[in-house]
């Protein structure tokens, strides 16, 4: 089965190499609107073809993976839908309902070879020289639809372990353990962008604490934006958990509650943990 990767930056890209390392059976096109993009891509062997348009690109093919950012997915959605009625369309965005309340707004109730998808995989790095061939091996791929095998079987062919989940509950679980995590880092760093501004000191002291836990902060402002807008409500019924949080530690440290301040930080610690234990 040939494919066509929309977009050609991490996620894309490192689908394109992944497809081409296994030994795919058949074609991987690409196309982004990008020219440095599409030349690096084709440089590096993320896919077999560029064209220079999107029909070119989808000519012939017999799947369509749209990796680009969450507010640009649906016209290109219904574009293929419109235009190339056999091709089987998915998605790699971390918001699903809006992309799909905006295809239903421009289509109606009718009828698209459409799955929502989003693989649960990457780095703060982007653009196709950020691809990694191993990038979805054992990692989640979350699908909001299972009537086409066949991009269930994409998925695992690259060592992804597919999912499914309704869009519902995918936006607000993401809202929580991402969208969330990413706001926090870029706030943060926000933060102490404006201590640094009155002490002219901070940033000189950073370390790998810092490093660390604000890595998510050097992601693509483009797509978070998105992102951020796009699951608003989600986002915003998190955030009302996490000031609580933060609320909770400010009032222990004000009173020097050591017992409870302990309790909250070894709860916490214990709580990560086990997370991280069944992420592995």
């Excluded at 660390?212 to 955030?239: E, G, H, Y």
Aim: hydrophobic share 45%; aromatic share 8%.
């Amino acid at each position: 089965m040939d494919i066509t990767i929309i977009g050609l930056g991490l996620i894309g890209g490192s689908l394109g190499l992944a497809l081409k390392s296994r030994g795919w059976e058949g074609k991987i096109k690409g196309f982004d609107e990008n020219p440095s993009h599409m030349d690096e891509a084709l440089s590096l062997e993320l896919v077999d073809e560029i064209c220079q348009s999107l029909d070119d690109a989808l000519e012939g093919s017999d799947i369509a993976v749209v990796a680009v950012p969450v507010k640009a997915i649906p016209d290109i959605v219904v574009h293929i839908a419109d235009n190339f009625k056999n091709i089987i369309i998915t998605d790699v965005g971390s918001v699903k309902k809006y992309i799909l309340d905006e295809i239903s707004k421009k289509i109606g109730n009718r009828y698209i070879k459409f799955i929502p998808g989003h693989p649960i995989a990457g780095t703060e790095k982007s653009g196709p020289s950020a691809a990694l061939s191993d990038l979805f091996v054992d990692r989640r791929v979350v699908l909001c639809d299972n009537r086409f095998e066949e991009i269930r079987r994409m998925w695992e062919f690259v060592g992804a372990k597919v999912e499914y989940l309704d869009p519902e509950t995918h936006d607000k679980i993401f809202g929580a353990v991402s969208h969330l995590p990413h706001l926090v880092a870029y706030a943060l760093v926000d933060a102490i962008s404006m201590m640094e501004e009155e002490e002219d000191a901070f940033f000189r002291f950073v370390a790998s604490g810092f490093r660390d836990f604000t890595r998510i902060a050097s992601s693509d402002p483009v797509m978070w934006r998105d992102i951020f807008l796009t699951n608003k409500k989600s986002i915003l019924q998190s955030l009302i958990f996490f000031r609580n949080a933060i609320d909770k530690l400010e009032a222990q440290i004000i009173m020097e509650d050591e017992e409870n301040l302990e309790k909250q930080l070894a709860k916490a610690k214990e709580t990560r943990d086990r997370a991280i234990s069944r992420m592995k």
